[in-house]
């Protein structure tokens, strides 16, 4: 049993200038710690719980870009229901949170060596976030929207690979285009190569990483990967990190985007950020490469801060109990 959204959009079959959102909605449990795991023992670490999920984080970083009107279709629990509906309206996001009365929130467990990579490895229970379906979905969600972004892990579902097909469909026959982000090498190698593909047939816009892409063509080389992509996509942007981005389209790379020079602290959400102010920017009607350098620099900001929210503002706070330093081992 669920309690589902209800648009307060007006109601129009005419593009507009909204993003709309479709994607995860979870919470994110931050452990920052330096150096390797100590197995079978302690390890000292800063510890944070933050809103996150993919799909929430770029409709929070198209608000912070400047897209005034962003909102997010997600699925949570009752359990934390509130909290994140507070946590995206903070941001500038109107959530349209479906909530699930059995299923917990999902939750992530973010693990971030605070060396000089920033590098993290993510732990998922997925929860009330992987049964979001095509049940949660009405066209009307598409009234005044301009740009409708789909987060990949809506893929590594049955309900929501149906959800993708409507919501696809729905978009095509308003004219409203459609981007996707991969989301997970982990899960894509589950899904597979060609599964995915099909999946996405339709999108304008694929936005995947230098290890997503890389996967999903079995090619080393980065342009390479995006130049093949884009064969199968109008428009491929692959987020480079901290060697920029490529722009593809029809089976060449048309611009290489230069990253901008940041401090990592926590790489969580960087792809997010460059896709929220990718997707901003093009609302506005730049061009996919000067998109692509909007995307970069909020890509820089997300890695200085922690989490993959952007930074709030003063007297803001979006985190729960923090833990620091090292814990009494149980028992």
């Not at 770029?58 to 897209?67: H, K, P």
């Not at 929220?276 to 609302?283: I, K, S, Y």
Request: one cysteine or more; aromatic letters at 4%; glycine letters at 14%.
């Amino acid at each position: 049993m669920s309690t589902a959204p209800e648009s307060t959009a007006p109601e129009s079959t005419a593009p507009g200038d909204a993003l709309l959102v479709v994607g995860d909605v979870v919470t994110d449990v931050v452990a920052r710690h330096r150096g390797p795991l100590a197995a079978g023992t302690d390890t000292a670490a800063s510890i944070r719980r933050l809103p996150g999920g993919a799909g929430a984080n770029v409709a929070c970083w198209a608000a912070y870009a400047g897209c005034a009107d962003v909102r997010l279709l997600g699925r949570v629990g009752a359990d934390a229901s509130a909290w994140h509906e507070r946590e995206l309206a903070a941001c500038g996001v109107r959530p349209l949170l479906v909530v699930d009365a059995t299923a917990p929130t999902g939750t992530v467990i973010c693990l971030v060596d605070t060396g000089d990579s920033a590098e993290r490895t993510f732990l998922t229970d997925s929860g009330a976030s992987l049964l979001i379906g095509p049940d949660d979905w009405s066209d009307t969600l598409l009234d005044g929207v301009g740009r409708l972004h789909l987060s990949g892990y809506l893929l590594f579902s049955e309900p929501g690979r149906a959800l993708v097909a409507a919501a696809l469909a729905a978009a095509r026959a308003r004219g409203v285009p459609v981007s996707l982000d991969p989301a997970s090498a982990g899960f894509l190698t589950e899904l597979g190569v060609g599964r995915f593909l099909g999946l996405v047939e339709g999108v304008d816009v694929l936005l995947p990483s230098r290890g997503e892409a890389g996967l999903l063509t079995g090619l080393p080389d980065a342009a390479d990967a995006a130049a093949k992509l884009s064969r199968h996509v109008p428009l491929v942007v692959a987020k480079q990190g901290a060697e920029g981005a490529l722009v593809a389209r029809s089976g060449t790379v048309s611009a290489r985007v230069a990253a901008v020079t940041a401090s990592p602290r926590d790489s969580t959400g960087a792809g997010d950020a460059f896709t929220g102010a990718f997707l901003a920017a093009l609302l506005t009607g730049a061009e996919p490469e000067e998109a692509a350098a909007a995307g970069c620099r909020a890509g820089a900001r997300a890695v200085e801060g922690v989490g993959g929210r952007p930074p709030r503002t003063q007297g803001q706070r979006a985190d729960g109990p923090r833990t620091d330093g090292p814990r009494a081992a149980d028992g």
